[in-house]
């Protein structure tokens, strides 16, 4: 193995350089001996291997700790104790590179986005589709397949996606030779960059239909319908997104379609108030049931139940219907309705009923207002809110 050059060195700054230097240098360096720059230049892609391996190092505090005290002997595979991932031997590969650091050199104005992807031919890819479908509690609590009438864009079915007239209607594309890339200069903040890009006349597939199908002109595609049933689990949640794989727009040329995003909604239910998996129903009773109890109507998902109230009964209180909640989405059991007591206390009262209550608040119970009272409402309404 040939000798391992300094790797300030390589990148050109000081020993006490800081990170930011580092990286610009690192960046220039990369750009320079890109190898969408330098197409079959070996030296080049050598000089960019380089770089990185000494980025990578240069970058990391502890690898350069380490660099800077046993040089490139500290830097071996087992030596460093773990910790080393790269090039241990053999060096990065180009994959790696693009992998690690691609964000560094690429994303500038289109950059040098196709250096990962050049060894293959661009596939087009049909958009995405969103939809929103609105479910109700009782579909929530179930789980429900919807069918979903979707337009959208569809192979065309004379020529099956295609856009050819027949299997011997292609010719190899004269403007990118069949590679399905076309490569342009341009001019950016790094200096003159080499782009490559899908080839526009041919959208990546490298050849041309001779003899277009007559139906959709060579798109290979049509606007169209489809009804799609998408089977929604039960406990999804608002904002909660499905994705169908392939259910969205078809691609041009027989492309990869589209995904379907159905975006779920849900219905607002005055009466069950979801809060995670549990339902929260605000339930009045009557001043005399609180004081005497009784029984009362709740609503559930799919009907109603009936429930007990203890004979002092303060405003405030939290009755759980265990297990009457909505299923959790990943299975993991099921929630409650949680009743949450209110007194109503009647705005207006009758001669009759006015002598009853001041004569009720004469008795000795009726007389002490407690202030404990309050403060266990208080508690409670801590503990229902944790
Ligand atoms: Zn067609
Ligand atoms: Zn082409």
Same mark, same amino acid.
């Given at each position: 193995?040939?000798?391992?050059?300094?790797?300030?060195?390589?990148?050109?700054?000081? +020993?006490?350089?800081?990170?930011?230097?580092?990286?610009?240098?690192? +960046?220039?360096?990369?750009?320079?001996?890109?190898?969408?720059?330098?197409?079959?230049?070996?030296?080049?892609?050598?000089?960019?291997?380089?770089?990185?391996?000494?980025?990578?190092?240069? =970058?990391?505090?502890?690898? +350069?700790?380490?660099?800077?005290?046993?040089?490139?002997?500290?830097?071996?595979?087992?030596?460093?104790?773990?910790?080393?991932?790269?090039?241990?031997?053999?060096?990065?590969?180009?994959?790696?590179?693009?992998?690690?650091?691609?964000?560094?050199?690429?994303?500038?104005?289109?950059?040098?986005?196709?250096?990962?992807?050049?060894?293959?031919?661009?596939?087009?890819?049909?958009?995405?589709?969103?939809? !929103?479908?609105?479910?109700?509690?009782?579909?929530?609590?179930?789980?429900?397949?919807?069918?979903?009438?979707?337009?959208?864009?569809?192979?065309?079915? /004379?020529?099956?996606?295609?856009?050819?007239?027949?299997? *011997? =209607?292609?010719? !190899?594309? =004269?403007?990118?030779?069949?590679?399905?890339?076309?490569?342009?200069?341009?001019?950016?903040?790094?200096?003159? $960059?080499?782009?490559?890009?899908?080839?526009? *006349?041919?959208?990546?597939?490298?050849?041309?239909?001779?003899?277009?199908?007559?139906?959709?002109?060579?798109?290979?595609?049509?606007?169209?319908?489809?009804?799609?049933?998408?089977?929604?689990?039960?406990?999804?949640?608002?904002? $909660?997104?499905?994705?169908?794989?392939?259910?969205?727009?078809?691609?041009?040329?027989?492309?990869?379609?589209?995904?379907?995003?159905?975006?779920?909604?849900?219905?607002?239910?005055?009466?069950?108030?979801?809060?995670?998996?549990?339902?929260?129903?605000? $339930?009045?009773? !009557?001043?005399? !049931?609180?004081?005497?109890?009784?029984?009362?109507?709740?609503?559930?998902?799919?009907?109603?139940?009936?429930?007990?109230?203890?004979?002092?009964?303060?405003?405030?209180?939290?009755?759980?219907?265990?297990?009457?909640?909505?299923?959790?989405?990943?299975?993991?059991?099921?929630?409650?309705?949680?009743?949450?007591?209110?007194?109503?206390?009647?705005?207006?009262?009758?001669?009759?009923?006015?002598?009853?209550?001041?004569?009720?608040?004469?008795?000795?119970?009726?007389?002490?207002?407690?202030?404990?009272?309050? /403060?266990?409402?208080?508690?409670?309404?801590?503990?229902?809110?944790?």
């Amino acid at each position: 193995m040939a000798e391992k050059r300094d790797y300030y060195e390589v990148l050109g700054v000081e +020993r006490n350089a800081d990170a930011d230097t580092i990286k610009k240098a690192y +960046r220039k360096a990369a750009i320079k001996h890109h190898p969408d720059k330098n197409p079959g230049n070996k030296e080049a892609e050598e000089k960019f291997k380089e770089a990185a391996e000494a980025y990578d190092v240069l =970058s990391n505090d502890d690898k +350069r700790a380490r660099y800077d005290r046993f040089g490139h002997a500290g830097m071996g595979g087992a030596a460093g104790g773990g910790g080393f991932s790269g090039f241990s031997g053999g060096g990065f590969s180009m994959e790696d590179i693009f992998e690690q650091f691609g964000d560094i050199f690429g994303g500038f104005g289109g950059g040098f986005g196709g250096g990962r992807s050049s060894r293959g031919r661009a596939q087009q890819r049909g958009s995405d589709i969103r939809i !929103t479908v609105k479910l109700n509690l009782q579909e929530v609590a179930e789980g429900v397949t919807k069918k979903l009438k979707i337009n959208k864009t569809v192979a065309c079915d /004379q020529c099956g996606g295609s856009g050819a007239k027949d299997s *011997s =209607s292609y010719a !190899t594309c =004269s403007q990118c030779n069949g590679s399905g890339y076309i490569i342009s200069v341009q001019n950016s903040f790094f200096g003159r $960059m080499q782009t490559q890009s899908v080839c526009p *006349s041919c959208g990546g597939s490298g050849r041309t239909i001779k003899d277009k199908c007559s139906k959709c002109g060579g798109e290979g595609t049509e606007r169209g319908q489809e009804i799609i049933e998408v089977k929604i689990p039960a406990g999804v949640a608002d904002g $909660m997104v499905l994705t169908v794989r392939g259910k969205g727009n078809a691609a041009r040329n027989g492309g990869v379609s589209g995904d379907l995003l159905v975006v779920i909604e849900e219905e607002h239910n005055p009466l069950l108030i979801r809060d995670g998996n549990d339902l929260i129903h605000n $339930m009045n009773i !009557t001043v005399t !049931t609180a004081i005497l109890g009784g029984e009362v109507e709740v609503p559930t998902i799919d009907g109603k139940a009936r429930i007990k109230i203890a004979p002092g009964t303060h405003a405030g209180k939290v009755l759980r219907l265990r297990g009457k909640g909505l299923p959790d989405v990943n299975g993991y059991g099921r929630g409650d309705i949680m009743v949450v007591v209110d007194i109503t206390i009647p705005d207006e009262l009758t001669k009759e009923e006015r002598n009853l209550v001041e004569k009720l608040s004469e008795q000795p119970n009726f007389k002490r207002a407690s202030g404990v009272e309050n /403060q266990n409402i208080f508690e409670r309404m801590k503990n229902f809110f944790r």
